[in-house]
């Protein structure tokens, strides 16, 4: 089994900085791309930030200049650097990515989500 574990996640004053964190466990071969989204209340899941196996990225325009994501291959984790977060940042966090396991084909897998919460 694959398993994806966030955190970092934390309450932060307006213009300040987090860092979450994604580790990917398990029987794993290869992980394709990773990436974050986030979910505010009465909100849908959307996309905050994309990484390919080959480090490129993708950001929402709505976080551009403000949020970093890298990865770890050699720890199969992924990492989402946010600064100057605003109270819109305020959402539950998701990993997701595609990973194949050992002996298997390419799934896609969500981790549990981690909160973050910006206060004004």
């Known amino acids: 089994q694959v398993q994806l574990v966030e955190s970092g996640g934390g309450l932060v004053q307006a213009g300040g900085s987090l860092r979450l964190s994604c580790a990917a466990s398990?029987?794993?071969?290869?992980?394709?791309?990773m990436g974050w989204y986030r979910q505010a209340p009465g909100k849908q899941r959307e996309m905050v930030a994309v990484?390919?196996?080959?480090?490129?990225?993708n950001y929402a325009d709505s976080v551009k200049g403000r949020f970093t994501i890298s990865r770890d291959n050699a720890k199969n984790t992924v990492y989402l650097q946010m600064s100057s977060l605003k109270p819109e940042d305020t959402a539950v966090y998701y990993c997701?990515?595609?990973?194949?396991?050992?002996?298997?084909?390419?799934?896609?897998?969500w981790g549990q989500g981690t909160q973050v919460t910006v206060s004004s």
């Open positions: 997701n990515g595609n990973i194949r396991r050992l002996q298997s084909r390419v799934q896609n897998y």
């Open positions: 398990g029987s794993i071969s290869s992980i394709d791309y």
């Open positions: 990484i390919s196996s080959g480090s490129s990225t």
